[in-house]
T-cell receptor, first 112, second 116 residues
Framework: SQQGEEDPQALSIQEGENATMNCSYK?????LQWYRQNSGRGLVHLIL?????REKHSGRLRVTLDTSKKSSSLLITASRAADTASYFC????????????FGKGTKLSVIP | EAGVAQSPRYKIIEKRQSVAFWCNPI?????LYWYQQILGQGPKLLIQ????????DSQLPKDRFSAERLKGVDSTLKIQPAKLEDSAVYLC??????????????FGEGSRLTVL
């Protein structure tokens, strides 16, 4: 079953604005990953944050992790129309699990 | 480096027919996954292989779905007979990490199945 949820389910912003999406989970994790999926395409890995990290940057992306609250956030700064996509967080569903579980995703629309 | 290859990209069948999807992972990747993604939802794991052995198939509807990974490289996912609710995108992914050390997954473009 899919654990946790991304929030919001959908987000519409103007080009140049920042976009923030959140992910909650229920069990302890070793790491949490974020993926992007353009319409009709496969998923692309964006960033991985480990449980002993609080914040990580990659270009215009900033990911935070709060293990005490079991939540993570993805911030996209200075958004572009090309950022329009669905964004998913993925994490192992339980301690010692061998796989990744994905949430339902946040559908981001960036309006030019 | 070539990515994960999947075929066919699109398939339309009648219910109760059968269908097969093929996946060729990135060279050298030991772990291969099949995910099912229903429209508007996130991917749901169907089966995970480590080389040619099954690590987890607990969410695979075994009465109609089957998968194999011959020689630990290519994989085939089969549905027989198909139901309307099987309409989805079937995503194949591979990883260089072992099953106990989940790392980044590399996804193919997916195979979109429509069951009429």
């Amino acid at each position: 079953s899919q654990q946790g949820e991304e929030d919001p389910q959908a987000l519409s912003i103007q080009e140049g604005e920042n976009a923030t999406m959140n992910c909650s989970y229920k069990t302890s994790i070793n790491n949490l990953q974020w993926y992007r999926q353009n319409s009709g395409r496969g998923l692309v890995h964006l960033i991985l944050i480990r449980s002993n990290e609080r914040e990580k940057h990659s270009g215009r992306l900033r990911v935070t992790l709060d293990t005490s609250k079991k939540s993570s956030s993805l911030l996209i700064t200075a958004s572009r129309a090309a950022d329009t996509a669905s964004y998913f967080c993925a994490r192992p569903p339980g301690a010692g699990s061998y796989q990744l579980t994905f949430g339902k995703g946040t559908k981001l629309s960036v309006i030019p | 480096e070539a990515g994960v290859a999947q075929s066919p990209r699109y398939k339309i069948i009648e219910k109760r027919q059968s269908v097969a999807f093929w996946c060729n992972p990135i060279s050298g990747h030991a772990t291969l996954y099949w995910y099912q993604q229903i429209l508007g939802q996130g991917p749901k794991l169907l089966i995970q292989f480590q080389n040619n052995g099954v690590v987890d198939d607990s969410q695979l509807p075994k009465d109609r779905f089957s998968a194999e990974r011959l020689k630990g490289v290519d994989s085939t996912l089969k549905i027989q007979p198909a139901k309307l609710e099987d309409s989805a995108v079937y995503l194949c992914a591979s990883s260089s990490q072992g099953a106990r050390d989940t790392g980044e997954l590399f996804f193919g473009e997916g195979s979109r199945l429509t069951v009429l």
